[in-house]
T-cell receptor, first 112, second 110 residues
Framework: SAVISQKPSRDICQRGTSLTIQCQVD?????MFWYRQQPGQSLTLIAT?????????ESGFVIDKFPISRPNLTFSTLTVSNMSPEDSSIYLC?????????FGSGTRLTVV | RKEVEQDPGPFNVPEGATVAFNCTYS??????FFWYRQDCRKEPKLLMS???SGNEDGRFTAQLNRASQYISLLIRDSKLSDSATYLC???????????FGKGTKLSVKP
């Protein structure tokens, strides 16, 4: 299964700023996803990162707030823009197929 | 009805106990099913896939009942290291993504 390197692992950011999270996969994968996990909650899908086209966002998430890039089949970024304390969460990228998905180690974001 | 529903936790059991987790899913067209394990402050990791014929991996047994849209995980001879949150996961979201249950927390005590 794919191995994913995600960074940064954690950050503390001022409100109103932006943070870009990167995920690098050790092999080419068709599907990459970005999830958010708020304290005590399960994972919620933010968007599907599509290679060569705009990401597909789930209800409640918009491109202006969470722009995503997917320049090739092994790399994606998620930006959390104009942050507020409500954005404090763990953000995870994931890649795989119908046989199973692996996850990056997560980015623990705190907005102050 | 939520897409994936799990037993509410937490489960607190002694070492050596057998514990069972249950899960139901709402989309009958779902294709694949998994149990993931998530340790505190860590990312989810695939524990095992779930097949209609049932599958076993050491102390862990997973079962799928498509007619009832029901998935189970049985852990025998619980170890302290089994303490974690167990996530019932279904493949088949609108984007070909995984859909997660809220998870059931297991604490195995000495």
């Amino acid at each position: 299964s794919a191995v994913i390197s995600q960074k940064p692992s954690r950050d503390i950011c001022q409100r109103g700023t932006s943070l870009t999270i990167q995920c690098q996969v050790d092999s080419q994968v068709t599907m990459m996803f970005w999830y958010r996990q708020q304290p005590g909650q399960s994972l919620t899908l933010i968007a599907t990162a599509n290679q060569g086209s705009e990401a597909t966002y789930e209800s409640g998430f918009v491109i202006d707030k969470f722009p995503i890039s997917r320049p090739n089949l092994t790399f994606s970024t998620l930006t959390v823009s104009n942050m507020s304390p409500e954005d404090s969460s763990i953000y995870l990228c994931s890649a795989g197929d119908v046989y199973g998905y692996t996850f990056g180690s997560g980015t623990r974001l705190t907005v102050v | 009805r939520k897409e994936v529903e799990q037993d509410p936790g937490p489960f607190n059991v002694p070492e050596g106990a057998t514990v069972a987790f249950n899960c139901t899913y709402s989309n009958s067209a779902s294709q694949s099913f998994f149990w993931y394990r998530q340790d505190c402050r860590k990312e989810p990791k695939l524990l095992m896939s779930v097949y209609s014929s049932g599958n076993e991996d050491g102390r862990f047994t997973a079962q799928l009942n498509r007619a009832s849209q029901y998935i189970s995980l049985l852990i025998r001879d619980s170890k302290l290291s089994d303490s974690a949150t167990y996530l019932c996961v279904v493949f088949g979201g609108s984007q070909g993504n995984l859909i997660f249950g809220k998870g059931t927390k297991l604490s195995v005590k000495p």
